[in-house]
């Protein structure tokens, strides 16, 4: 049983790492149809190998695997692990169904590119670092695969370095998450200080003998981390500007998989969390805050991937409020749904951007119902389950989060979390209006996707339908790994609840049907000054240009005239005395004397080890 266990462990693993070398060595290929094809093969298997997993976790329970050492240095000896548990075979399949779909997906939407192999090679390396990250059984193993999501999710962004700001929106995602990730670092530092081990097994089982300050501190610094791969503020930025890469990437990576690592890393380290209560209180109210503050962006942005990436920002708030108040297993849930309904989103959103030859302003939209239902239906069963209607996955994972926060006495974190629900209606809505229906605004005629892509994008369909019925065995497979949350309300105020919820959403979704088929909304309303705000994101963008990066700037400036004048001003008289001194051979400036370059090299080598030594 261990044996075949391995087995499907080492393929699950694995898997999307062959595919990346695969796709790299054929990466000239002229048959690129045969690479999408084998590489979305050997994805697909890996996920199957990951449900495989679940099937051992359902019947044998959790267990730690040590693969290989990863350091040995004195008392220092990591090994690097996999940790076969509930939370982390939910994260690999969910990652392995999204992925793959995605896969297929690709070999439709890049069909034409030029870099179509090195695209799936991209895409591979990309899931074999989130399968590492998720799988690993120590803070090391999960932190390389952290790095390894954000080195591929810059290459992927970056995809079309050569079109328009791409680059720069690909470093923008790249800087912003070295500075979170910094914090990070310190933490998982401090936590081989205070526990003299990276493993969770030992930290994690240990925590309550810690030192609340340390736990205080380790949690902040993890938190930040967080924040900054799930792009939650002021981290925020980087999502938007994301939206450059092709749009497959936006599905996985920018919904489904990279984005929510931050959540799982609060998950994973509940035990840390739970002993932190302030840090806790913190990661409640910022869910809160970015959970309307996202919404509202999107209210009024007209970038179609834009506006979907903005709820998902906001979505991700509410993960993070459900965590900080101690419901980490619904947490983890609403992670799972929205993984499905979200990824359904972006794809739908690139079938749209193929119809309109890569345009992306739903204002210049309009009537694409005619032409492509089998999109309309596809992106209005994702839309039902971000909304929260009943029975789309959206209303078992969502609508469970206000519940909890009303169940804990946070009745301010509800209010702000229906009000949430109420944006997430009218943009989601507003969205579907201007795309699929409405006045034609274009001249060519639209074309929709082939049919293995919607056949592909119909399993996340399915899945945005029923999963939410699984609620109760998700659950309870989880339950095992993670605390649950005791604070239950009565029948009858839980149905009070969703009924409020359900009649507010239901209402402001006729409305902004009945306001949009009517042209009920004044174009003056683009002139007022909260429009004008949330269309330039609160002038949160500007503000980071003029204070960070124009004092990065003169800082910089400043520094390039100190090492003009005074560095290079000592290595120049320092040639100059050497040169007086008899130390110029010939041909050592020009290099075409190596034994001379070796000497003075040598020379400089013991000069620097004198220099050491005194100091």
Request: a positive charge; proline letters at 3%; aromatic letters at 14%.
């Given at each position: 049983m261990l044996d075949t266990m391995f087995f499907w462990l080492l393929i699950a693993l694995f898997a999307p790492l062959v595919s990346a070398i695969f796709a790299g060595i054929f990466i000239k290929f002229r048959d690129k149809l045969f690479v999408g094809i084998i590489c979305s093969c050997l994805i697909v298997l890996g996920t199957i190998a990951s449900l495989w997993l679940v099937e051992f976790v359902l019947q044998n329970g959790g267990m730690d695997i040590a693969l290989a050492n990863f350091i040995s240095a004195g008392e220092l000896n990591?090994?690097?692990?996999?940790?076969?548990?509930?939370?982390?075979?939910?994260?690999?399949?969910?990652?392995?169904?999204?992925?793959?779909?995605?896969?297929?997906?690709?070999?439709?939407?890049?069909?034409?590119?030029?870099?179509?192999?090195?695209?799936?090679?991209?895409?591979?390396?990309?899931?074999?670092?989130?399968?590492?990250?998720?799988?690993?059984?120590?803070?090391?193993?999960?932190?390389?695969?952290?790095?390894?999501?954000?080195?591929?999710s810059w290459l992927l962004i970056g995809f079309w370095h050569d079109k328009d700001?791409?680059?720069?929106?690909?470093n923008e995602a790249f800087i912003m998450n070295r500075v979170a990730d910094l914090a990070m670092l310190l933490g998982i530092f401090a936590i081989y200080l205070n526990f003299g081990s990276f493993a969770y097994d030992d930290v994690l089982a240990n925590a309550s003998s810690a030192d609340r300050g340390a736990l205080a501190l380790i949690a902040a610094l993890l938190f930040i981390g967080a924040m900054g791969k799930s792009a939650q503020?002021?981290?925020?930025?980087?999502?938007?500007?994301?939206?450059?890469?092709?749009?497959?990437?936006?599905?996985?990576?920018?919904?489904?998989?990279?984005?929510?690592?931050?959540v799982y890393l609060v998950i994973r380290a509940n035990s840390i969390f739970a002993l932190a209560p302030d840090v806790a209180q913190a990661i409640t109210y910022l869910g809160a805050f970015v959970a309307i503050f996202a919404a509202s962006m999107a209210c009024v942005?007209?970038?179609?991937?834009?506006?979907?990436?903005?709820?998902?920002?906001?979505?991700?708030?509410?993960?993070?409020?459900?965590?900080?108040?101690?419901?980490?297993?619904?947490?983890?849930?609403?992670?799972?749904?929205?993984?499905?309904?979200?990824?359904?989103?972006?794809?739908?959103?690139?079938?749209?951007?193929?119809?309109?030859?890569?345009?992306?302003n739903i204002q210049k939209m309009g009537?694409?119902?005619?032409?492509?239902?089998?999109?309309?239906?596809?992106?209005?069963?994702?839309?039902?389950?971000?909304?929260?209607?009943?029975?789309?996955?959206?209303?078992?994972?969502?609508d469970k989060i206000l519940e909890t926060a009303f169940a804990s006495g946070a009745h301010f974190i509800w209010a702000v979390l229906f009000f949430g629900a109420i944006l997430t209606t009218f943009?989601?809505?507003?969205?579907?209006?201007?795309?699929?229906?409405?006045?034609?605004?274009?001249?060519?005629?639209?074309?929709?996707?082939?049919?293995?892509a919607l056949l592909a994008m119909s399993v996340l369909a399915v899945l945005a339908i029923i999963c939410g019925f699984f609620a109760a065995e998700f659950y309870g497979f989880v339950g095992y790994v993670l605390p649950s949350f005791h604070n239950?309300?009565?029948?009858?105020?839980?149905?009070?609840?969703?009924?409020?919820?359900?009649?507010?959403?239901?209402?402001?979704?006729?409305?902004?049907?009945?306001?949009?088929?009517?042209?009920?909304?004044?174009?003056?309303?683009?002139?007022?000054?909260?429009?004008?705000?949330?269309?330039?994101?609160?002038?949160?963008?500007?503000?980071?240009?003029?204070?960070?990066?124009?004092?990065?700037?003169?800082?910089?400036?400043?520094?390039?005239?100190?090492?003009?004048?005074?560095?290079?001003?000592?290595?120049?008289?320092?040639?100059?005395?050497?040169?007086?001194?008899?130390?110029?051979?010939?041909?050592?400036?020009?290099?075409?004397?190596?034994?001379?370059?070796?000497?003075?090299?040598?020379?400089?080598?013991?000069?620097?080890?004198?220099?050491?030594?005194?100091?």
């Open positions: 990591i090994k690097y692990g996999v940790m076969i548990d509930a939370l982390s075979t939910i994260m690999a399949i969910t990652v392995g169904i999204v992925s793959s779909v995605v896969h297929i997906y690709s070999i439709y939407y890049m069909q034409k590119d030029p870099g179509f192999a090195k695209f799936f090679a991209y895409l591979g390396l990309f899931v074999f670092s989130m399968l590492v990250l998720v799988l690993s059984d120590n803070f090391i193993g999960l932190f390389i695969g952290w790095e390894g999501v954000g080195l591929c700001n791409n680059a720069w929106c690909a503020f002021p981290f925020h930025t980087w999502l938007a500007d994301a939206m450059a890469g092709p749009t497959p990437v936006s599905a996985l990576i920018h919904a489904a998989t990279m984005v929510t690592a931050g942005h007209n970038d179609l991937k834009k506006i979907i990436a903005y709820s998902t920002l906001s979505q991700l708030g509410y993960m993070f409020v459900a965590a900080g108040l101690g419901a980490y297993a619904i947490a983890l849930f609403h992670l799972v749904t929205h993984a499905f309904f979200k990824s359904l989103l972006f794809l739908g959103a690139g079938n749209v951007m193929h119809a309109m030859a890569g345009k992306l009537a694409l119902a005619k032409f492509m239902k089998p999109s309309l239906a596809l992106m209005s069963i994702g839309s039902l389950a971000l909304c929260g209607f009943y029975p789309f996955s959206g209303f078992f994972s969502k943009y989601s809505f507003r969205l579907l209006m201007f795309v699929f229906f409405g006045e034609k605004k274009y001249d060519h005629h639209p074309h929709e996707a082939k049919s293995y239950e309300i009565s029948h009858n105020t839980e149905i009070l609840l969703i009924a409020l919820t359900l009649g507010a959403i239901s209402l402001v979704a006729i409305a902004t049907i009945f306001a949009y088929k009517n042209a009920k909304f004044s174009p003056n309303l683009r002139n007022s000054k909260i429009y004008k705000i949330l269309s330039a994101q609160y002038f949160i963008p500007q503000f980071y240009d003029i204070f960070i990066v124009g004092s990065y700037k003169i800082i910089s400036q400043i520094c390039a005239k100190i090492d003009s004048a005074i560095i290079d001003s000592i290595v120049d008289l320092i040639a100059k005395v050497l040169l007086k001194m008899g130390f110029a051979l010939q041909g050592a400036n020009d290099g075409t004397n190596l034994s001379a370059n070796l000497r003075l090299m040598i020379f400089g080598f013991f000069a620097l080890l004198v220099l050491v030594f005194l100091i």
